[in-house]
């Protein structure tokens, strides 16, 4: 097993592409190690000290390392730790759990609007962040403001600002007069 790894925008994580399917649909998020209860994969990803968050997307596992921790130290640990995953064949994701992370619901006079907004998301925003190792969806709408929840790689990267106001606020804008601001939101 050759499994890749590719930088992101955010210096303390890093994108592991282990050549396979890591979750059949959605994405999952592990922002502690008390929340990798429901993945076996997340588990072992958390015993490599070092380790502050994990991600799970499509075909990629992206790792977020604690302020003190050395790629050069830990990202052996880290490989080592996929490979032994998917070579043990234990479930990514427990039986039971639920992982397919999306947009949250929106009900109410802006439905039209939020159903525009989550589109736009899906189609211009999601595939381009999912590059870099991450995810952004859809937390609410109010007064013209778009909250958007950060996860993976974008979760703590120095230039989600800039993606935010920059680029999908100005998309959010353009296609949709309703938006005027773009702001992200915490778990």
């Not at 890093?14 to 059949?24: A, R, S």
């Not at 880290?78 to 994701?93: C, D, K, R, T």
């Not at 992370?101 to 439905?111: F, I, L, N, P, R």
């Amino acid at each position: 097993m050759f499994i890749q790894t590719e930088s992101t925008p955010n210096p303390a994580t890093l994108k592991f592409l282990p050549g396979q399917t890591v979750l059949e649909a959605g994405t999952a998020d592990f922002p502690t190690a008390e929340a990798s209860d429901k993945s076996p994969l997340a588990a072992r990803l958390f015993g490599v000290q070092g380790v502050r968050g994990v991600f799970f997307g499509n075909d990629f596992v992206t790792v977020t390392k604690t302020d003190d921790a050395e790629w050069d130290h830990i990202k052996p640990a880290i490989l080592g730790a996929i490979m032994e995953h998917f070579q043990s064949g234990q479930p990514v994701m427990a039986v039971d759990a639920e992982h397919a992370s999306g947009h949250a619901a929106h009900e109410g006079e802006d439905s039209e609007i939020v159903g525009q907004i989550k589109e736009l998301l899906d189609t211009r925003v999601r595939p381009a962040v999912a590059q870099d190792g991450g995810d952004i969806t859809f937390h609410g709408f109010e007064r013209g403001v778009v909250y958007l929840h950060m996860q993976g790689a974008c979760a703590g990267c120095p230039s989600s600002t800039i993606t935010l106001k920059m680029g999908i606020e100005n998309l959010l804008r353009h296609y949709i007069p309703e938006v005027t601001e773009v702001r992200p939101v915490g778990v």
